[in-house]
């Protein structure tokens, strides 16, 4: 298991990319994180770059983001990763999931696997419609967001559960909600540094629960939205953590 970030809510506070990277995977090592879950990368040379200098640092990543998904799938397979995210652009269950078998067969030609990312606001985003998810996409595995789902009112430790097999990868995140009526999901409330969600999400159980399974991946710890310097909500996130043994 490795302990890294993923680094989304850090891009939206810097201004909606990161300016750095190197600097960053400095930054986060000082505070005890491993890696990142994706490295962005425009060209072949690029991605090889990235990764040189993740390797210099003493640091890892999960997959590779490139221009387009081609792309992407082979560059992750290139790179001795897993899995990349299921992307399609599907808007209803029945296009998103036929797309996403498409994309499952694509990436078994290069040894790898494609994982959904459960999120609020998509076709995929209630227990129910995970677990449909996963029984009718057999080859997808699944990056299991913790608060995407408990914040929907699923039970992240039964996925957990039930699912390790299917586990490419977690992110554990909390949420504070503000506003369980609206009908926006960006109004309902906002993510939190682990530990300081008002929903009853049990992050560290979530955890015990995939590691008692036999999960054996990254665990990247996520918060979208930041209302301070994130390296300080990340460090309190990293050291939430650490109080549990990890």
């Known amino acids: 298991m490795k302990i890294g970030i993923a680094d989304y809510g850090y891009n939206m506070w810097d201004g909606g990319e990161c300016f750095d990277q190197a600097e960053r995977w400095r930054q986060l090592k000082e505070i005890g994180y491993e890696g990142v879950e994706r490295v962005t990368a425009l060209t072949g040379e690029h991605a090889v770059q990235l990764a ?34 299921t992307f ?23 040894g790898i696997s494609t994982a959904l990312h459960n999120h609020m606001g998509t076709p995929v985003e209630t227990q129910e419609q995970l677990e449909q998810f996963l029984a009718d996409c057999p080859d997808n595995k699944l990056v299991l967001d913790t608060a995407h789902l408990a914040a929907m009112g699923g039970d992240a430790v039964e996925i957990a559960s039930k699912y390790t ?22 109004k309902r409330g906002r993510f939190c540094e682990l530990g300081a969600g008002n929903i009853g999400l049990d992050n560290i159980e979530v955890l015990r629960t995939a590691l008692r399974g036999g999960f054996d991946g990254w665990v990247f710890v996520e918060q979208d939205s930041h209302l301070q310097e994130p390296l300080l909500d990340l460090t309190i996130s990293r050291q939430y953590l650490r109080k549990a043994g990890y």
């Not at 040189?52 to 001795?80: C, H, Y």
């Not at 399609?88 to 290069?110: E, H, K, L, T």
């Open 165 to 186: 097999d299917r586990i490419a990868a977690l992110h554990l995140k909390d949420w504070i909600m503000t506003d369980s009526d609206h009908s926006n999901w960006t």
């Open 88 to 110: 399609v652009n599907g808007d209803n269950y029945a296009d998103f999931s036929r797309q996403a078998r498409i994309q499952a067969a694509a990436c078994a030609r290069y």
């Open 52 to 85: 040189a200098g993740m390797k210099r640092l003493g640091m890892d990543f999960g997959t590779v983001r490139a221009p387009n998904q081609e792309l992407s799938i082979q560059w992750t397979s290139a790179f001795g990763k897993s899995y990349i995210w």
